[in-house]
């Protein structure tokens, strides 16, 4: 069966600090898709980044970047000079034929950016 | 513009009250889904829809009943709400089934007293 594990379930770091939100999954699949969501205080849910299992190429974009590595089934995320407007539930997601391609979600980390 | 619009944003109700959250997307997304979002637990998606007139439990299916005969819209039902329904709703939809990105409904905050 399918699983998102994110061990973290709340991180508080001072402003410009660097942060790493874990992400580690379990699947049977080959073929699979990784998801990063956003949802801050005000409680929408907000699309950070799609992966398929076959594109390992890590991404950058702006402060934030993603780390993929299908040897540790994990999918880390890192927030670079984090800012308060970073400070919200982080979920990380997993579909594949396995979960008949249904998001299978982590239990979300909250993240807490002091000023 | 390009959106999910879910309705009630907040609803109090009691025990046994038939409820109806609605859910309608303008993007001609094929696939629509429901989830509940509760502390320390995640999403958990109760039902999805990968077309018209298709719909399938998700994991926690109990106490609700959707349809979809249009594709645009996929209410989510509760024809006899309990306490444990308490809980924060969201709708997706994506356009098709597989891979594709989320766009999520605002939500719908349900207390059922």
């Known amino acids: 069966a399918q699983k998102v594990t994110q061990a973290q379930t709340e991180i508080s770091v001072v402003e410009k600090e660097d942060v790493t939100l874990d992400c580690v999954y379990e699947?049977?699949?080959?073929?699979?898709?990784l998801f990063w969501y956003k949802q801050p205080p005000s409680g929408e849910l907000v699309f950070l980044i799609r992966?398929?299992?076959?594109d390992e190429q890590n991404e950058i974009s702006g402060r934030y970047s993603w780390n993929f590595q299908k040897s540790t089934s994990s999918f880390n995320f890192t927030i670079t000079a984090s800012q308060v407007v970073d400070s919200a539930v982080y979920f990380c997601a997993l579909s594949g034929l396995d979960s008949n391609y249904q998001l299978i979600w982590g239990a979300g980390t909250k993240l807490i950016i002091k000023p | 513009e390009a959106q999910v619009t879910q309705n009630p944003r907040y609803l109090i109700t009691v025990t046994g009250k038939k409820l109806t959250v609605t859910c309608s997307q303008n993007?001609?997304?094929?696939?629509m889904s429901w989830y509940r979002q509760d502390p320390g637990l995640g999403l958990r998606q109760i039902y999805y829809s990968m077309n018209v007139e298709v719909t399938d439990k998700g994991d926690v299916p109990e106490g609700y009943k959707v349809s979809r005969k249009e594709k645009r819209n996929f209410p989510l039902i509760l024809e006899s709400p309990s306490p444990n329904q308490t809980s924060l709703y969201f709708c997706?939809?994506?356009?098709?089934?597989?891979?594709?990105?989320?766009?999520f409904g605002s939500g719908t905050q349900l207390s059922v007293l």
């Open positions: 993007m001609n997304h094929e696939y």
């Open positions: 997706a939809s994506s356009p098709r089934p597989v891979g594709e990105k989320l766009f």
């Open positions: 699947t049977r699949d080959t073929t699979y898709y």
């Open positions: 992966r398929n299992s076959f």
